[in-house]
């Protein structure tokens, strides 16, 4: 069965370097996510991608963050500057297009721990 | 913007018995879509269940189940004959048709006790 895959599943990183959070989303999906979940708190939205550009971000997405689809295949969440607020479980999903049976379909998770 | 709100942080239910999860939302779309995601403590987020906003029967699949009121803009989740497995977070979320944002609750820790 296809699946969205999240690489690092970890990763820890000092305060202020930057992280690339790394998904791969299902092959013939269109739409792309990336959701955050501070620990036991809700799921929240950051952006979400489409032809090949922000479709729409929440206020949270600044200009800290940045995503990209450099190679059509891959999609990449960047932190510049990581801050310890920003330790988080970083959730990639992805859909097929739009309308009811479009299930979004997410990944494992990253688990970022700045330091 | 929409927002969505699950009012039960913690929920707890016998094994075998039946509980139902609370959610509304608000929006002022005509079209939309709500689903219910279970997060065990693996982390992933799993579909359960999903409901189309124009389609008046509730959906059902297997021992889920939702009773959704569009007017009252509310979307509860009931779970017939709990299993130890059913124990999570359950999230319930909600996305538009033309945009595909989706929007999700706070979310509900579920505990099924043996």
């Known amino acids: 069965e296809p699946e969205v895959t999240q690489t690092p599943s970890h990763q820890v990183t000092q305060m202020g370097q930057e992280v690339i959070l790394r998904c791969v989303p299902i092959s013939n999906h269109l739409y792309f996510y990336w959701y955050r979940q501070i620990l036991g708190q809700k799921v929240e939205f950051l952006v979400s991608?489409?032809?090949?550009?922000?479709?729409?971000k929440s206020e949270i997405f600044d200009d800290q963050f940045s995503v990209e689809r450099p190679d059509g295949s891959n999609f990449t969440l960047k932190i510049r500057s990581t801050k310890l607020e920003d330790s988080a479980m970083y959730f990639c999903?992805?859909?097929?297009?739009?309308?009811?049976?479009?299930?979004?379909?997410f990944g494992q998770g990253t688990r970022l721990t700045v330091v | 913007a929409q927002t969505v709100t699950q009012s039960q942080p913690e929920m707890s239910v016998q094994e075998a018995e039946t509980v139902t999860l609370s959610c509304t939302y608000d929006?002022?779309?005509?079209?939309?879509?709500l689903f219910w995601y279970k997060q065990p403590p693996s982390r992933q987020m799993i579909l359960v269940i999903r409901?189309?906003?124009?389609?008046?029967q509730n959906a059902t699949e297997n021992r889920f189940s939702v009773n959704f009121q569009k007017a009252a803009k509310s979307f509860s989740l009931k779970i017939s004959d709990s299993q130890l497995g059913d124990a999570a977070m359950y999230f319930c979320a909600y996305r538009t048709y033309n945009n595909n944002d989706m929007r999700f609750g706070a979310g509900t820790r579920l505990t099924v006790k043996p």
């Open positions: 991608f489409y032809n090949n550009e922000i479709s729409e």
């Open positions: 929006t002022s779309e005509s079209d939309y879509y």
């Open positions: 409901q189309e906003a124009y389609k008046q």
């Open positions: 999903a992805s859909i097929i297009g739009k309308g009811m049976n479009t299930e979004a379909f």
